[in-house]
């Protein structure tokens, strides 16, 4: 039987935590044959923050044995702003019965410059062994 985790994220910019508003935040599953499923689609609030997103997750039972299943989903997060960097989060952790908040820096780019798949921040999350 399947649960339910949900997953939150806080984008800022500098040291100082300074909020992003009106960045795109896309929430993806691995498929198959490499190929993500778009889960859902968020822009963050005058906060930096988004609503939510609930994602089915094993039941907590299952990953609470020795060589059982892994006691949470993953799930890759991809962020669009205007004036920064382009950001990917991948193997991000959601826990049954749990609000994960995801906290992503975004860097600002130079003046007059755009975004290019080459400039790509990736932010890789290591699995838990438990």
């Known amino acids: 039987m399947a649960s339910i985790g949900t997953i939150a994220v806080r ?3 500098s040291m100082a935590r300074i909020p992003v508003q009106g960045a795109t935040v896309a929430f993806t ?6 190929r993500q499923t778009l889960l859902a689609v968020r822009v963050t609030d005058q906060n930096g ?5 609930r994602i089915a997750t094993p039941d ?3 990953g609470s044995q020795p060589g059982g299943a ?10 669009e702003a205007p004036g920064y960097e382009y950001s990917v989060s991948t193997g991000v952790q959601v ?14 780019l130079p003046e007059n410059t755009v975004p290019a798949p080459e400039n790509t921040q990736f932010n890789y999350t290591i699995p838990q062994t438990l």
């Open 11 to 13: 984008v800022f910019t």
């Open 29 to 34: 599953q691995g498929g198959t044959g490499g």
């Open 49 to 53: 923050h988004t609503v939510p997103v």
């Open 60 to 62: 907590l039972a299952e």
């Open 70 to 79: 892994t006691p949470y989903a993953t799930c890759n997060i991809w962020i």
């Open 95 to 108: 826990f049954p019965g749990v609000e994960t908040v995801q906290d992503i820096a975004l860097i600002p």
